[in-house]
């Protein structure tokens, strides 16, 4: 982006356009509707703080398919059930996937699973209403305690939608028995802070 280029950013978007994504250099409204399987018109029509979609620079900001603003990152909270140790606590980071589609990431501070019970991992899900649950086992860092982590990636067919929960719950891999929900969220259009 030039000097002379301003950055074009709507000040809202449509309903189901609620997602946004930042132009990077080479990027074109063709490829850009094929990364987030829209009508490259229906894109067109959802930003029309671009007069010619032939123009497009990087920086600019477009709406695009979702109907959760995007990115979106979410606290996570205790279900209260279970006292958890001080500086116990998660977030889930709600964005479009690497190759097109939408991902949850989840990162928390959390202790040993086995402080739930007979447990030696967690779990982080996304339930989509009418859609179901997607899941993965988070992934420890070496502190102590540890920061798990992962990402959830979501197929082309699931999009996220308000009140889609999140959840983290300890696991037990070799039974494949679950805990119950230590930490939870639910995505609504307010809770997402960009």
Known sequence: MSDKQVRRVPRSCPPAFQGRYTVQPGDTFFNIAQMFRTRLEALAVNNRHINDPNLINAGDVLCVPGLIPYPCCIVLSSTLQFRLPFGTGAVAFVNFAPQGGQAVSFLATLPQPSSFGNFDNYV?????????????????????????ATRIELPTFASIVPNSRLVIRPVNSKTGISGDVILYATIRSGSCHL
């Open 124 to 148: 982080g899900e996304i339930y989509i209403p009418d859609i179901g649950g997607f899941g993965n086992q988070l992934f420890p860092s070496i502190q102590n305690p540890p920061t798990w």
